[in-house]
């Protein structure tokens, strides 16, 4: 459980060939910014489940001159995808998987496009095919299927049946890939050699772009050519909240963004313990949880005035303390909340010149909409069967919007100086599972990997079931454990280690510019460090 630690360089994330791509060009004079690029890229080579091309993505990019940027690589609502498309097809919701749920533009590419515009600001680039490197080799010379790969496929494997270029990749013959196979993608490695040629804008337009319009059109997606046309990744400026313990940035709407900060703030704001995983500990950061959750499934959406409510109501210090109030410390309130689903990847990288990079990218549910592109190799994402078959109100159906977004990357300016960037994959978990790494670590004094290697807690829905109980690993206290359940609280204990609690990571500047890092040991991944 030991934290590793560095001086010229980090990167993590929750596979150990990404997290080794990325390191390997910040040793080639990379910016962390490029680095999470080739992470990413490799990422969508070896962790195809969990993420690719096909998906959205969500940046925070902090300087050291106290400056952090967000960037929102969020795909929208294709012109086509209407009401009475999906009513003409039955459907009074939208479906999870098919051409119906591949209905958002995947924004990813125009994150990492974005994102490198914003790196050559500090210093000249390494070229593009540099970047894309070691994804190329996996995707054509082959990776090795991982555990978790092998087994969603084998659970999953009626409903992503559904589409004959899926089916035949990644099904041959109804067997699906095997944990230790060797796998290539051939048709991924040449787009991803189009775009070291062509640019990454190349993505949303010229021959590559329109053959994945193609692509979806014949699947049976709303999306077509022009969709792709008026994409552009948006820079923005973070969420942000002042606590005890400093200033903590997050995405803005139309992700949860705004919720992880909420529990973190409200939990500011409430009596504190000296022991990490104490009842109040515990209890605190679940009340929390819920008043945030709360505001999260009414307020935040793609709405522009989402935005601007949450802005408000995170820098005005009263309204904050009057949710906090709310909340009771002896009693558990009700929670029967219908909450989100989503799979993930969340991945972060500091320089030796002090740039941390906190990035994840997603194509929502395993394999995303199952719909592959035979032209391209990609997995399309279903982020936007999240939309309701409404005309008016949260998260609705409107064309061209963006759709409300589990993602969220996180990041801290602690008091004292140092600098934090952290996340995880998992939907509904993502922002508690933030608040228990960041409070352990940040509020008690754990360190950074025993932060994530110790028992979580999940509030609400795992991957695929209903329940909305208070969820445990095994490993916290037993009197703990009865005061939430004389509080209230509905528990049920879950296998230790388990990969519903998310892929967490995590990597921490001090002033003295010493690194230190940490990977989750439920995921595939590393820390790598120089």
């Known amino acids: 459980m030991q934290t590793p630690n560095s001086l010229r360089g980090m990167v993590t994330s929750p596979h150990h060939l990404a997290s080794q791509a990325g390191l390997d060009v910040l040793k080639d004079g990379g910016t962390a910014i490029e680095a999470i690029v080739a992470t990413a890229a490799a990422l969508a080579a070896v962790y195809p489940h969990m993420t690719g091309l096909g998906g959205d993505s969500f940046w925070l990019i902090s300087y050291p001159n106290g400056q952090t940027i967000a960037i929102d690589a969020c795909g929208r609502l294709a012109r086509n995808a209407t009401l009475d498309l999906y009513a003409q097809a039955g459907h009074s919701v939208i479906p999870w998987r098919g051409g119906l749920a591949a209905n958002t533009v995947a924004g ?26 070691d994804a190329i080799h996996y995707a054509s010379t082959g990776r090795v299927v991982s555990e978790s790969e092998a087994a969603l496929l084998k659970e999953k494997q009626a409903e992503l049946c559904g589409n004959e270029a899926f089916r035949s990749f990644c099904i041959p013959d109804d067997i699906p890939w095997q944990e230790g196979e060797i796998q290539t993608s051939p048709i991924l490695a040449a787009t991803l050699r189009s775009l070291a040629h ?22 049976g997606s709303p999306l077509r050519l022009d969709d792709f046309l008026s994409h552009r990744a948006e820079v923005k400026t973070p969420l942000d909240v002042q606590t005890s313990m400093g200033t903590l940035y997050n995405m803005a709407p139309p992700t949860q963004g705004a919720a992880s900060l909420l529990i973190l703030a409200l939990e500011d704001r409430l009596p504190q313990c000296d022991a990490p995983e104490s009842y109040e500990h515990l209890h605190g950061l679940i009340e929390a949880t819920k008043q945030a959750f709360r ?40 929670w029967t909340e219908e909450t989100q689903w989503g799979d993930t990847t969340w991945m972060g990288a500091i320089d030796s010149n002090g740039v941390a990079v906190s990035m994840i990218q997603s194509l929502y549910f395993e394999f995303g909409s199952g719909v592959m592109l035979p032209q391209s190799g990609l997995f399309w994402q279903n982020r936007g069967s999240s939309f309701r078959l409404k005309p008016s109100g949260w998260n609705c159906l409107l064309p061209g919007s963006k759709p409300f977004h589990t993602l969220n990357p996180a990041a801290a300016r602690l008091n004292d100086g140092r600098v934090m960037v952290y996340g995880t994959m998992g939907g509904e978990g993502q922002p508690q599972t933030q ?17 994530i290697c110790r028992p979580r807690w999940l ?68 820390v790598a460090a120089w």
């Open 108 to 133: 990813t590419v125009s994150g990492w496009e974005a994102a490198l515009k914003e790196s050559a600001k500090q210093q000249p680039s390494l070229p593009l095919d540099r970047l894309l490197r």
């Open 198 to 219: 062509h640019g990454l804008r190349s993505f949303y337009e010229g021959d590559l772009a329109k053959g994945m319009a193609a692509d979806l059109e014949a699947a």
């Open 295 to 334: 505001y999260r499934n009414r307020e935040i959406d793609g709405r522009s005035t989402a935005e601007e409510d949450i802005r408000a109501l995170l820098q005005d210090p009263s309204a904050l303390d009057e949710m906090a109030a709310r909340i009771s410390m002896t009693q558990a309130f009700p």
């Open 435 to 451: 608040a228990a790494v960041f409070s352990r670590y940040a509020r008690h004094g754990v360190p950074l990997q025993e932060a």
């Open 459 to 526: 509030l609400g829905r795992t991957w695929g079931q209903e329940s909305t109980s208070l969820k445990l690993e095994p490993g916290f206290d037993p009197t703990v454990v009865q005061a939430l359940q004389d509080a209230g609280h509905v528990i049920e204990q879950l296998p230790g280690m388990s990969s519903i609690m998310g892929h967490a990571g995590a990597i921490v500047r001090h002033t003295n510019g010493r690194l230190e890092g940490a990977t989750d040991p439920r995921s595939d991944g590393s």
